[in-house]
């Protein structure tokens, strides 16, 4: 048993912004993991990968990550391309992914399980109905909301959602994937569209301009920190994520929770790569 558990592929990542390019792995599981390997948590990753990209695990494990790889056909490769302003990107696909099996979660069990979805198949609705079963289900509905056509990634609806969100008890989505998930413009009445639906917390993430928590009918503004220097924003989402949950299993208030998740964010953007600092750091960063 631990306290959190991510389940989501590893990826190869290709990173271009106007400083240039670099390739390193990537994905929800690979950030949202390094996170954690900086706090006192019990976590694990259940992922999946092909063989070439085994080292990657070695690498996780290395760090003092306990992960269960399954073994896939290939592994996920993106390419995420930025410009001036980091809060925007275009992707496209190279390669994709076995989706998860329910059957290899029979041996696992967690009291949060935070799903990581790259894309709209990786993980099946049956699944999410039979984790939420075992213990609190966040979701980062981003991959739901990716629809591959000729390596480009388009944004369009989740088709299970009515289904599959009173099942999610944390959601997490950006202010663009939330227009997308419920046909609305406006992020506090998008968020009481998700929360209807039977989530019963709604975190939207604004980017440079901080996040808002919806739960319990109440609206908690979050405000961002400022980063020394702007270098690389793959992974803040996940990274805010880390710290958010790490804060929930503690029992910690959602606002704690938020301040803590973006106050990691911000150290992650300072570097290339995912999250490196320590809980010392994070609080010097919320004091400051």
Partial sequence: MVDICCIGHITLD?????????????????????AMANLDVRYRLVTAIAEPEKHIVSDLRAAGISVKALTSNNTVYFENIYGANQDNRTQRVLQKADPFDMNSF???????????PLLRDDIPLSLIKYLSAKGVVSLDVQGFLRFVKDENVLATDWSEKTEALPYVDILKAND????????????REGAMIIAALGVNEVIVTLGSKGSLIY???VFYEIPAYTPDQVVDATGCGDTYMAGYLYKRAKNHDCVEA????????????ESSGPFKGSFDDVDRRIAR
Avoid at 176 to 187: F, G, N, P, Q, R
Avoid at 262 to 268: F, S
């Fill in 14 to 34: 290709k990173v271009v912004n106007p400083s240039g390019q670099v390739h390193m792995p990537g994905g929800t599981s690979f950030y949202f993991s390094h």
């Fill in 106 to 116: 029979l041996d696992v069990d967690a009291g949060i399980y935070h799903l990581g």
């Fill in 176 to 187: 663009a994937e939330l227009a997308v998930l419920t046909s609305c413009d406006d992020i």
């Fill in 215 to 217: 739960t319990g009918g």
């Fill in 258 to 269: 938020g301040k803590f998740g973006a106050a990691m964010a911000t150290l992650k953007i």
